[in-house]
């Protein structure tokens, strides 16, 4: 089975009311964990890289893993590129392989991100290929991306519906609360699901996306502390909030900082209790299976897309 886009899955996740899992990846063992938590759950998946992982591995590299995880598991996969920044990086990806690119102008004046992701979408269409964009900002760090609490801003419902109208977007990351990074929330979490409600409302059967979704799982953040690391006050999204969003027309729920506490914990956990151990598969082994057995609770009792193939 060839990569896919993400069309069918959006299109059967919004009707079946649930959310597809879009997990960040940056090298084999990753890739490996959140495959076979798929192909065990029999979910949807999506596998997405960003720009700081593909400078990291390279393109080719990332490309021929996750098509060895496609021909190994048998599962449709759709390859997306996560917060492209400009035309030029998301041509290279339609290119390159890839079956869905994010171009994200959100730092951009409204007009000038309209105008950015038509051009985007011109061209990936062309090639078969579907566009996801961004409306509003979202607080916190992700690899490149990195806006200031103060400079953020919600989704404007009926900025929503103009920009899918002028764009012919195939799917809308927005802003209801959530933030890039592990320190999301300083009091108590909240998102605006009434903003969420009346977008979805104003743009029927239409896929929209949640960033900065890791639910920054609270064992991770101990065992990592516990084991030498320092990751204070971090705090996530509640898991029954991200069920909720599935509900209400959410079709993508993005996962990257879970992956990366998942496996900084497992490593950090094997190397003070196996000081003696140098090679790198005794220690990444645990680590993988953290990976596949997290991805595995997400894709159940998260997303709610088990069984969805």
Sequence with gaps: MPLVTSTEMFKKAYEGKYAVGAFNVNNMEIIQGIVEAAKVEQAPLILQVSAGARKYASHIYLMKLVEAAVEDSGLPICLHLDHGEDFEICKACVDGGFTSV???????????????????????????????????????????????????????????????????????????????????????????????????????????????????????????????????????????????????????????????????????????????????????KPARQAIQDMVAHKIRNVLNCSNRL
């Design 102 to 284: 994010m171009i994200d102008g959100s730092k951009h004046s409204f007009e000038d991100n309209i105008e950015l992701t038509k051009r985007v979408v011109d061209y990936a269409h062309n090639k078969g290929v579907v566009v996801e964009a961004e409306l509003g900002k979202l607080a916190g760090v992700e690899d490149a991306v990195k806006v200031d609490a103060k400079d953020a801003t919600y989704t404007d419902p009926d900025q929503a519906v103009e920009f899918v109208e002028r764009t012919g977007v195939d799917s809308l990351a927005i802003a209801i609360g959530t933030s890039h990074g592990a320190y999301k929330f300083k009091g108590k979490p909240e998102l605006d699901f009434a903003r969420l409600e009346k977008i979805s409302n104003m743009l029927p059967n239409f896929p929209l996306v949640l960033h900065g979704a890791s639910t920054v799982i609270p064992s991770f953040v101990e065992e990592c502390n516990k084991f030498g690391g320092k990751i204070d006050g971090a705090q996530g999204v509640p898991e029954d909030m991200l069920l909720k969003a599935g509900t209400f027309g959410v079709c993508k729920i993005n996962i990257d900082t879970d992956l990366r506490l998942a496996m900084t914990a497992s490593v950090r956990k094997h190397l003070m209790e196996h000081p003696g151990d140098f090679d790198p598969r005794q220690y990444l």
